[in-house]
């Protein structure tokens, strides 16, 4: 349980902040000195290029920015990151940690310090005959007019700004006169800060969270980490860099709010908090603690999911209540009887068939509290309880097919259990990984076959009966047509009839012959796992009486 006391009344700061002003460059300056620091209790960066790109224009038009807020105290040396950038820093007694503009700091970093142009994700360049900000302009257009393009990483520098000019643009005077016009604008602009100076890191978070409490809020993962992160090098100290460690496991990236939910049903703290209620605060070493125990449970969480369960990706997840429910089964029961992980398979199969682990705040309670810390056997009869109720149907093949949804991800998962392989090559297809390397502004590897069909039966067009479990690639349904190898056909529940159908031209056919195919398969494959029909009995070593008592 956290210890800190709510009711707590704030300190008074000793000394008011100190208001002033810093020039870009000098801003910057201090960036790769190593003084400016990005705690690890703040959140991870949230601006795009485009929010980069209006900023620097903002700058340069003398637009206002708004004001950064600075706490002034110690920090270790080691290596400062920003974005994509590594500085290495002392260790200083005048750190300057960012408390609000991060997100501005960090993009005009990666903007103006990338070592080379094109390098940071965040590159800019400015056309110095528009006088417009852009993205890195095509190598033919640069190469057709070199002096038009200047690189935002030749700017913040005045003597590289001049030898740029003199090498890309010697004879267009408006050119070098716009160009250093711009330099100045950006070097030399004004962005006014505070200064805190406290000894007290519980009236810094304090300041924090009034910050954050007016205008866009925070997640509540965000919060936490802002009054919890440590600011030493212990690792994980963040939500954030708790998932990303996770991410090493092949699982994907488990949301933050998640992992939050789990740290604080670790810490015996309610799932969810409320509106009015405080953000959880806990000492250096609980913070500390409570993120370790995350990491670990929340992997106990991930290997039990992709080697018992048969789910190998976060985003298959039909519904992500059991993520957090399992984390507090495995908190207290860390090694548990391989019967006990049987019935917890049909636990997370079960609740995902009938709807029970859809996670509402009320269910997710319900659920939590069917786990006892002192009876392993006892907490998986009473989560068993909880989804015994058989669902009237499983998910039908013809039913819409949409990845966002539960239904569509178990059929996903039935997909899969075919061991779908590569149309060209038959590698075995590790659709886990796959969805890992997928973009997330890109859908998922369960392609749709065929565009359109006579008649315009929309139900099967929708339906997973249209859907491979495949990378996308161009002209995929005449690719299909030319596999000859029966064995791959059928990794991806296309009978010989069905493929037949296709290569005449007959789509509609193809589509119904796979459904009635497939039908069977899934409703086997959901039985398979969820295992109704079995007993559900404990393991026979819990049911031993020992000699002597009664």
Avoid at 55 to 70: A, K, N
Avoid at 205 to 230: C, H, Q, T
Avoid at 452 to 475: E, F, K, M, Y
């Amino acid at each position: 349980m956290a210890t800190a006391d709510h009711n707590q009344v704030p300190e008074t700061l000793e000394r008011r902040p100190e208001a002033r002003t810093f020039k870009v460059e000098d801003l910057l300056a201090e960036v790769q000195r190593g003084r400016v620091r990005i705690p690890s209790f703040q959140r991870g960066l949230k601006w795009t290029r485009e929010d980069a790109k209006k900023l620097i224009d903002s700058l340069y038009r003398g637009y206002p920015v708004g004001t950064l807020l600075f706490w002034e105290t110690a920090a270790e040396g080691g290596d400062v990151r920003f974005g994509s950038l590594t500085f290495s820093a002392e260790s200083r007694s005048d750190a300057l940690w960012v408390v609000d503009g991060q997100q501005r700091i960090v993009s005009l970093a990666r903007v103006l310090l990338a070592p080379e142009p094109d390098q940071d994700d965040f590159a800019l360049y400015f056309d110095l005959d528009t006088g417009e900000f852009v993205t890195p302009p095509s190598i033919p257009k640069r190469s057709a007019a070199p002096a038009r393009w200047l690189p935002m990483t030749e700017v913040l520098d005045s003597q590289r700004l001049i030898r740029w000019l003199l090498d890309q643009a010697p004879a267009n005077r408006e050119r070098q006169d716009r160009a250093i016009d711009l330099g100045k604008r950006i070097r030399e602009y004004d962005i006014p800060a505070y200064v805190v100076r406290t000894d007290s890191e519980a009236t810094l978070r304090d300041v924090f969270n009034r910050i954050n409490s007016s205008g866009k809020r925070l997640e509540a993962s965000e919060v936490f980490d802002a009054l919890n992160g440590a600011r030493s090098q212990t690792r994980p100290a963040t939500i954030p860099e708790i998932a990303s460690e996770l991410e090493t496991l092949g699982f994907g990236r488990v949301e933050d709010k998640i992992l939050y939910r789990l740290l604080r049903v670790l810490q015996g703290e309610d799932v969810t908090e409320g509106a009015k209620d405080e953000p959880l605060k806990l000492s250096a070493d609980e913070a500390e603690r409570a993120y370790r125990q995350t990491a670990k449970t929340a992997r106990d969480v991930i290997q039990f999911l992709k080697k018992d369960v048969g789910i190998p990706h976060y985003d298959l997840l039909p519904y992500k209540q059991p993520f957090v429910t399992l984390g507090k089964f495995f908190q207290h029961h860390p090694a548990p009887r391989p019967r006990s992980r049987d019935l917890l398979v049909r636990w997370v199969w079960r609740g995902a068939l009938n709807g029970a682990h859809r996670g509402d705040t009320v269910s997710t309670r319900k659920a939590l509290d069917r786990i006892v810390a002192d009876s392993e056997e006892a907490s998986v009869q009473r989560m068993l309880d909880m989804v015994k109720e058989r669902p009237k149907a499983f998910p039908n093949v013809l039913d819409p097919f949409n990845f966002r949804f539960a239904a569509s991800k178990l059929q996903a998962l039935a997909l899969m259990e075919l061991g779908p392989r590569d149309l060209e090559t038959g590698a075995l297809l590790h659709l886990g990984e796959l969805l890992s390397e997928t973009p997330p502004d890109q859908d998922p590897p369960f392609v749709q076959i065929i565009g359109s069909i006579a008649g315009n039966d929309t139900a099967i067009i929708q339906s997973v009966a249209n859907r491979l479990a495949h990378p996308g690639r161009s002209r995929l349904r005449q690719l299909l047509v030319s596999v000859q190898d029966p064995a791959i056909l059928a990794s991806h529940g296309i009978t010989k009839a069905a493929i037949a159908a296709l290569r005449a031209g007959d789509a509609k056919q193809f589509l119904t012959l796979r459904a009635g195919h497939l039908g069977p398969h899934f409703n086997r494959f959901f039985q398979g796992n969820a295992r109704w029909d079995e007993l559900d009995r404990p393991s026979l070593s819990s049911l031993v009486v020992p000699d002597g008592e009664d």
